[in-house]
């Protein structure tokens, strides 16, 4: 095995595992990202009962520091992640997370904070509202963390530099403007679709850390997550688990999420102009 090879093994190894969500509950979709509320309810009761505590994103980020040492905090600790931000998360997921002690980070698509859900593919009948600033800052104040998810949940590996970096730097520039520098420290890329272009203009537009999906790199920028999906219905998510069961489930995750480009293939399409679409 080659060095770097070996030294991003053991970075990962140290990093904490990052699971995310989407929606919990609500209207059904025609899409894998809903958990219901009974599934999401039921895990984060069987982790805190079995003494998983979660990270704030400041405490994620120093464990990534080299020298930390991982006893400095427990080792059944997690960061809970939602992307996308939906306005349910503040009616019935965050007071539930916060009655069993958990806290979380939550990914904004800022362009669309207390907006309806235009950005995305339409699965649902009605349109999705987003969470507003207020609520976002209320629960800011109670230890919830907010960071970036773009500003308009674009591909940014199919951007072009300037665009690409519009996202980034617009998002990152109205997080720090509502919510002040530390919400404006990471950026979970839409998709999780990201390279080294992307990781590169991450970095130079401010960002220390970046999330993507399943696979991580070594490097800060490139961070991988566990997504869980509407078939993870187990009391742990496949993420956390460390028996076969759990190697199968990431694997299914992993290749799920390379499915998501074709939600990506469809919304160009369909913002492309009429001339480009098929009859
Ligand atoms: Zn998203």
Known sequence: ????ELKDQRRSALQPPVLCYHRIGGPAELGVTRVAKSVFARQMTTLARAGWKTLTLDQFAERLRPGHSAFRTPHSAFLLTFDDGYASLAEHVY?????????ATTFLVTDYVGRLNTWDVRYTWHRLAHLDWDTVGRWQER?????????????????SDAEAAAELEQSRETL???LGPQAARAVAY??????ERVERLACAA????????????????????????????????????????GWLGRTVAHAASRCAVGTSLMLKLLSAPRSLLPL
């Open 176 to 178: 720090l403007h509502r």
């Open 1 to 4: 095995m080659r060095n770097a």
């Open 206 to 245: 401010g960002y220390e850390l970046g999330f993507g999906s399943v696979r991580g790199n070594g490097s800060p920028l490139a961070l991988p997550r566990l997504p869980v999906y509407l078939w993870d219905v187990g009391s742990v998510p496949f993420g956390l688990r460390g028996d076969g069961l």
């Open 143 to 159: 230890g919830f963390d907010f960071a970036s998810h773009t500003a308009s949940h674009r591909r940014l590996t199919w951007l």
């Open 190 to 195: 839409p998709f999780g679709a990201r390279d």
């Open 95 to 103: 007071p539930f997370l916060a009655d069993v002690g958990f806290a």
